[in-house]
């Protein structure tokens, strides 16, 4: 199963680099260009994993963390959040869920890569929980 992914960021040519990055590793991929875009394609897409840039135009990251936390918690969607290097030094008050990992720029794009897959790798009980064909019996 092919899994959706967002990217909500404010640089144009970024997001191009992460869309084609990503799509090469096997993801479909969906793009933000500012926050009440981004909020708009998570109600549309539910993407299994948004990477949101702290900068994003129209409501910042701070705006769109804040409605999934209050009012969209039903989406329940992992958020990877991008930051310029200058701002990893106030990113503690945001990393709270759902935002599951930060990436400082400039960042390699294998480490995008490894934050991306680490938020959608299942827990080990929503393994087992898949793995259950009836209560009592467990394969794996």
């Known amino acids: 199963m092919i ?16 869309r084609e990055f990503l799509t090469r590793e096997g993801y479909r991929v969906e793009t933000a260009a ?12 539910m993407p299994a994993v948004l990477v ?3 900068g994003l135009l129209w409501g910042g990251a701070d705006g769109v ?15 990877v959040l991008t930051a310029p290097a200058g701002e990893t030094r106030n990113l503690t008050r945001l990393i709270i869920p759902p935002v599951v ?7 390699a794009l294998t480490a995008l890569l490894a934050s991306v897959r680490s938020a959608v790798a299942p827990t080990e009980r929503e393994t087992r ?12």
């Open 101 to 107: 990992s930060c990436l400082s720029k400039p960042f």
């Open 65 to 79: 963390l804040a409605w999934l936390r209050e009012g969209a918690a039903m989406f329940g969607v992992p958020v």
């Open 52 to 54: 949101l840039d702290l």
């Open 34 to 45: 500012d926050a009440l875009d981004c909020v708009k394609k998570v109600r549309e897409v």
């Open 129 to 140: 929980e898949q793995q259950c064909v009836y209560p009592e019996f467990f394969i794996g």
């Open 3 to 18: 899994q959706t992914l967002l990217i909500a960021e404010g640089d144009p040519d970024l997001r191009d680099v992460f």
